[in-house]
């Protein structure tokens, strides 16, 4: 199974990518086994290369922009794409499934405004 989560991180607060409408208050947290999670993000199931593109764009559409004297469309935050994915043994009858994840991170820019 695949899922993707899309969060943006500006002026220190998280906003979900996702869901741009949810006004919860999104935390970091750790659980026991070290594994590090944003609680309350939206995780959406893709079953295709395809779909896991459109919520690339569809997430990107609510990111924070601004313009200034270099850029015109600047990203003023931080947002991390997560592709999820649990993989589950067809041959094993204990159903034991892994976990993983992949970060693509997109960091805010610092331009030079002396230039």
Do not use: W
């Amino acid at each position: 199974q695949i899922s993707i989560s899309f969060l943006e991180v500006y002026n220190e607060r998280i906003k979900d990518l996702l869901d741009p409408t949810s006004k919860e208050d999104f935390a970091v947290q750790e659980d026991a086994k070290g594994n590090i999670t944003v609680r309350g993000i939206q995780q959406r199931v893709c079953a295709r290369e395809e779909e896991a593109l459109a919520l690339l764009f569809e997430g990107n559409m609510n990111r924070t922009v601004a313009d200034h004297t270099l850029n015109a469309n600047s990203s003023r935050s931080h947002c991390i794409f997560t592709v999820h994915v649990t993989s589950r043994s067809r041959v094993e009858s204990d159903s034991v499934s892994i976990s993983s994840k992949i970060h693509f991170a997109d960091l805010a820019g610092s331009e030079r405004l002396s230039k």
